[in-house]
């Protein structure tokens, strides 16, 4: 990604920090991370300066009106080259971020009390934390209300959740890119699928976007087949998938930190019965309706009004329901989010649409009865007058689907 759409994050940044405030930005300890992976850093760290590496803090300040930037880092460290690996040297974060202001973290704390002389308000990323240990942004919060309590401590998150629901256009081909590759991942399922069992299946999807170059997933897959993909996060993944049944996967990969979240479903057979068919369109037609109306403007509110009167209607006509507040018995989820840097990005689900906002289009019916879970899930950009739909290329109609199927 070019260093510029990291320079622009950071300016936006500044325009809604109060004057004469700072922020601190925290990558994570790498023993605070669950994977240990570079791609596991903090969200908003990486979103501020494009460094892929642990124990490094951004620094923004905006004292009297002017903006200022640092990132810290740490030194070269002999022992650790050897075992793990060399850190960044300035040169190199410089190239990354675009932030010339590179200084060592030994340093930090002294240079943020000199800074809060100076300020009345600091802003800490206080990202969730299960752990009964501290991390480094709690410790410094500790440390600000002993010592300087007449300092207002707030949450970045909330600036951070306004500013990444609108997307640079290179986070747009990011995650063009990631959408693409789970394409190939899909197809690769495809290619393979018969009665198997559903981690079986979802192998296949993994071997693929490793193949092509995939950075880690956007979510733990899911692969349910028959009944189980009437349950929503269902996670198992070890039943076996029969010749007849349909299977849902819901799955996306990520590529330098961006992620793609799409969700389809398939006959394991490679056809599907005139029942499955009949159920698998009316979510397709709600899908579709979500794409042509979703615009700026428009809240996720509306989008899943839109749904739900067209499941109104449809379920009544086919005689599955004969109440329209039934609805709620076969599609209980909401049809959008925000994508972005997380699978459900930052995001306020209440705030009108904008242009440059990525979403997903994801209607579901679940009838547990009759063993059939479906969901149809795209990633959509809102557009100045619309929305576009960035996965189009994943096939995704009946036709397309035991057409892809049958010529194996």
């Known amino acids: 990604m070019l260093k510029e759409c990291f320079k622009v994050h950071r300016l936006g940044m500044l325009e809604l920090m109060e004057d004469n405030s700072l922020m601190l930005v925290f990558s994570r300890r790498k023993e605070e991370s669950i994977t240990n992976e570079r791609y596991n850093v903090n969200r908003n760290y990486f979103y501020l300066s494009g460094v892929l590496e642990f124990d490094n803090v951004v620094l923004l300040n905006k004292i009297d009106g002017r903006g200022n930037e640092a990132i810290y880092i740490n030194p070269y460290d002999e022992f650790k080259a050897k075992w793990v690996g060399a850190p960044f040297s300035k040169e190199k974060v410089e190239e990354l971020s675009g932030i010339k202001d590179i200084r060592y973290k030994e340093n930090l704390e002294g240079n943020v009390k000199a800074l809060l002389t100076k300020c009345n308000t600091i802003y800490l990323d206080f990202e969730p934390n299960d752990s009964k240990i501290m991390n ?76 092509y170059g995939a950075t880690g997933y956007a979510f733990p897959t899911i692969a349910a087949s028959g009944k189980n993909a009437t349950c929503l996060h269902y996670s198992d993944n070890d039943s076996l998938a029969c010749d007849g049944d349909l299977i849902l996967f819901d799955l996306g990969c990520s590529l330098n930190m961006y992620c793609s ?22 979510v397709l037609e709600a899908q579709e309706k979500v794409l042509k109306a979703a615009k700026p403007g428009l809240s996720i509110r509306d989008l899943q009004n839109i749904v739900i009167k067209h499941y109104e209607e449809k379920l009544m006509e086919i005689g599955l329901i004969n109440d329209p507040k039934d609805v709620s018995k076969y599609y209980y989820h909401g049809v959008s989010h925000h994508i972005g840097l997380d699978c459900h990005d930052l995001s306020d689900h209440f705030r009108a649409l904008k242009p440059g906002e990525i979403i ?23 557009t100045e007058d619309g929305a576009v739909c960035l996965s189009q290329e994943i096939l995704k109609t009946v036709d397309e689907i035991e057409d892809f199927m049958k010529g194996r």
């Open 360 to 382: 997903s289009n994801e209607p579901g019916l679940y009838i547990a009865e009759e063993g059939i879970g479906i969901r149809i899930e795209d990633d959509i950009l809102i």
């Open 136 to 211: 480094e942004t709690e410790e410094l919060a500790n440390r600000i209300k002993t010592k300087m309590p007449w300092i207002s401590i707030k949450n970045a998150r909330e600036l951070f959740k306004e500013l990444r629901m609108v997307k640079h256009e290179e986070e747009i081909e990011e995650m063009k890119k990631a959408i693409h590759i789970t394409r190939l991942g899909i197809e690769n399922i495809l290619k393979n699928m018969k009665e198997s069992y559903e981690y079986q299946l979802e192998s296949y999807f993994d071997q693929a976007i490793k193949y």
């Open 261 to 282: 979240d799409i969700s389809r479903t398939f006959p394991i057979n490679g056809k599907f019965t005139e029942r499955q068919k009949q159920l698998y369109n009316i």
